[in-house]
Antibody
Framework: EVQLVQSGTEVKKSGESLTISCKGS????????ITWVRQVPGRGLEWVGR????????RYSPSLQGHVTISTDASIFTAYLHWNNLKASDTAVYYC?????????WGQGTTVSVSS | DIVMTQSPLSLPVSPGESASISCRSS???????????LDWYLQKPGQSPQLLIY???IRASGVPDRFIGNGSGTDFTLEISRVEAEDVGVYYC?????????FGGGTKVDLK
């Protein structure tokens, strides 16, 4: 079974750093981009960015570029989303998904709560 | 950025009836290869989104043939025939033509 399993809920304060993870299984991890999407509570979906695990090529939303970093360790089939300086506005559920578009498998979501 | 506009915002439907959701993009999603880079997703209550339709009209694996994606260029439609209780949730269109990828605002489908 193809799966993406994400790390657990995080509760942080503004200014702190954070890394969340997304581990793939059941498919060839290097062959498919990993996309990150976020959802502010009660709101719609927002594209964060994506990474190609074969060469670590990345694309970011212009509104988030420089604020988040997407990386991968293909040897352990895992992608990461990292913040150096969290803001209250980063509070959201973060999903990873398989693919560059046609996102056919999604993780269960990681809730990130940031207090000011 | 490509702006995606969905309508209606809310769509109450009786079981067994049909439903139609519209999605418009601010730029053409038709690529030179002949494909429209438009996906449809359903987010059921309390769940992660799931892929229904990709490249405008291709059903994802396991998606019932009651779901039909139509359209080209800037105008797209998701048709749901014989709505069932399991179809309840928020439907999103998403363009994959260029980064940043962008989603429509969502259409909430529930049962009358």
């Amino acid at each position: 079974e193809v799966q993406l399993v994400q790390s657990g809920t995080e509760v942080k304060k503004s200014g702190e750093s954070l890394t969340i993870s997304c581990k793939g299984s059941g498919y060839s991890f290097r062959n498919y981009w990993i996309t990150w999407v976020r959802q502010v509570p009660g709101r719609g979906l927002e594209w964060v960015g994506r990474i190609d695990p074969s060469d670590s090529q990345t694309r970011y939303s212009p509104s988030l570029q420089g604020h988040v970093t997407i990386s991968t360790d293909a040897s352990i089939f895992t992608a990461y989303l990292h913040w150096n300086n969290l803001k209250a506005s980063d509070t959201a559920v973060y999903y990873c998904a398989k693919g560059a578009y046609a996102l056919d498998v999604w993780g269960q979501g990681t809730t990130v709560s940031v207090s000011s | 950025d490509i702006v995606m506009t969905q309508s209606p915002l809310s769509l109450p439907v009786s079981p067994g009836e049909s439903a139609s959701i519209s999605c418009r993009s601010s730029q053409s999603l038709l690529y030179s290869n002949g494909y429209n880079y438009l996906d449809w997703y359903l987010q059921k209550p309390g769940q992660s989104p799931q892929l229904l339709i990709y490249l405008g009209s291709i059903r994802a694996s396991g998606v019932p043939d009651r779901f039909i994606g139509n359209g080209s260029g800037t105008d797209f439609t998701l048709e749901i025939s014989r709505v069932e209780a399991e179809d309840v949730g928020v439907y999103y269109c998403m363009q994959g033509q260029q980064t940043p990828l962008t989603f429509g605002g969502g259409t909430k489908v529930d049962l009358k």
